[in-house]
T-cell receptor
């Protein structure tokens, strides 16, 4: 069964600190993995996409990693800011029968950055 | 470029009623997808429309339906509302059909409360 699991479920850190969010997946065949940021009351916004051949990709203070062998991805946030408080959602794209792509969504990690 | 616009932002209905939600995609985007988001279930895929045709459908009952117009605007209808339909309904547009091929651009959602 295709699944995406994220940990931790929630996280509280102090402003300026770093943190790492985890995403484990059992999705086959794997196409790509995206991280979305969802602010309270807003729709998700794409942060980065990882394909099979990519190990690391950065977007400002956000760095995503992918280990296709262990089927794990992480999102590292450096020097956190109050505006980083949001839910971070991992989604994996799989190609199903008929060559249609399907998105499998994680439940997200809720991050709170406190001053 | 204007983003994805969803109306209304908030809606309160009673059980048994029906509701119609509206979504205007980013100009030039022909693919529109709908999602239901609840705290316990995360994002659940409802359906995707491309060029006025439903291309993919999630595992929701027939009470949930949608359509897309020639200008790519989309509507979603829920009939015979149940308490469990209370959720944030998100619309997302993308430039191409086939989820996973290109990023989804989400609107800020319609918060539906069924009493």
């Amino acid at each position: 069964k295709n699944q995406v699991e994220q940990s931790p479920q929630s996280l509280i850190i102090l402003e300026g600190k770093n943190c790492t969010l985890q995403c484990n997946y059992t999705v086959s065949p794997f196409s790509n993995l995206r991280w979305y940021k969802q602010d309270t009351g807003r729709g998700p916004v794409s942060l980065t996409i990882m394909t099979f051949s990519e190990n690391t990709k950065s977007n400002g203070r956000y760095t995503a990693t992918l280990d296709a062998d262990t089927k794990q991805s992480s999102l590292h946030i450096t020097a956190s800011q109050l505006s980083d408080s949001a839910s971070y959602i991992c989604v994996v794209s799989a190609t199903n029968a008929g060559n249609n792509r399907k998105l499998i969504w994680g439940l997200g990690t809720s991050l709170a950055v406190n001053p | 470029k204007a983003g994805v616009t969803q109306t209304p932002r908030y809606l309160i209905k009673t059980r048994g009623q029906q509701v119609t939600l509206s979504c205007s995609p980013i100009s030039g985007h022909r693919s529109v997808s709908w999602y239901q988001q609840t705290p316990g279930q995360g994002l659940q895929f409802l359906f995707e429309y491309f060029s006025e045709t439903q291309r993919n459908k999630g595992n929701f009952p027939g009470r949930f339906s949608g359509r897309q117009f020639s200008n790519s605007r989309s509507e979603m209808n829920v009939s015979t509302l149940e308490l469990g339909d209370s959720a944030l309904y998100l619309c997302a547009s993308s430039a191409r059909q086939g989820m996973g091929n290109s990023p989804l651009h989400f609107g800020n959602g319609t918060r539906l409360t069924v009493t």
